[in-house]
């Protein structure tokens, strides 16, 4: 059964600590995105990647750090950088990155920052 | 640049009544567009899209878009309404990318959908 998982579904941090949100897709997708979500903001990109080994900003990666050193993986560490790490962060799949492929999404992850 | 514009924040209907969501967009070049829903702390799901094809796009549950150029929009429909498609709805457009360039996907606000019985 394909598609992209995230864990935790929830997770709690103190303030100032580092924290890694995991993604994993069975896809075969060449291309992972990782999105935060904020009531009535839509989604905001925060960074991609096209390909192994490769990965570009979007536009909020101030605070985000990524790595991609396997295809199917892609996490997110929010660092104590980050001002407002309080969010809900959405990790995403596409086929290939240089056309406007949809993206296929998953759950999600809760991080609540105290 | 490319941007969408939900027009509203909130719609309320009635079960079995239409439902209309509403989506303008603007775009340098010829846009791809899409539909996703997303239930409560849920990830996001796609409905339909369009890539330059036929301009009236069906997708799953009944939900279909129309495609009109010249008004720049890209709203959705369905005929009847159903309990099951409460949730939030978000029209996202993505210009063509040439080469390694990669085709960005600008999302709208999001529309919330409440259906009454």
């Known amino acids: 059964d394909g598609g992209i998982t995230q864990s935790p579904k929830y997770l709690f941090r103190k303030e100032g600590q580092n924290v890694t949100l995991s993604c994993e897709q069975n896809?075969?997708?060449?291309?992972m995105y990782w999105y935060r979500q904020d009531p009535g903001q839509g989604l905001r990109l925060i960074y991609y990647s096209q390909i192994v080994n490769d990965f570009q900003k979007g536009d909020i990666a101030e605070g985000y750090s990524v790595s991609r050193e396997k295809k199917e993986s892609f996490p997110l560490t929010v660092t104590s950088a980050q001002k407002n790490p309080t969010a809900f962060y959405l990790c995403a799949s596409s086929i290939g990155g240089g056309a406007p492929y949809e993206q296929y999404f998953g759950p999600g992850t809760r991080l609540t920052v105290t | 640049a490319q941007s969408v514009t939900q027009l509203d924040s909130h719609v309320s209907v009635s079960e079995g009544t239409p439902v209309l969501l509403r989506c303008n967009y603007s775009s340098s070049y010829s846009p791809s567009l899409f539909w996703y829903v997303q239930h409560p702390n849920k990830g996001l799901q796609l409905l339909l899209k369009?890539?330059?094809?036929?301009?009236l796009v069906k997708g799953i549950n009944g939900f279909e878009a129309e495609f009109k150029k010249s008004e720049t929009s890209f709203h959705l429909t369905k005929p009847s309404a159903h309990m099951s498609d409460a949730a939030e709805y978000f029209c996202v457009v993505s210009e063509k990318a040439g080469g390694t360039s990669y085709g960005k996907l600008t999302f709208g606000q999001g529309t919330i959908l409440t259906v009454h019985p």
């Open positions: 896809l075969n997708h060449d291309a």
């Open positions: 369009y890539t330059s094809a036929a301009t």
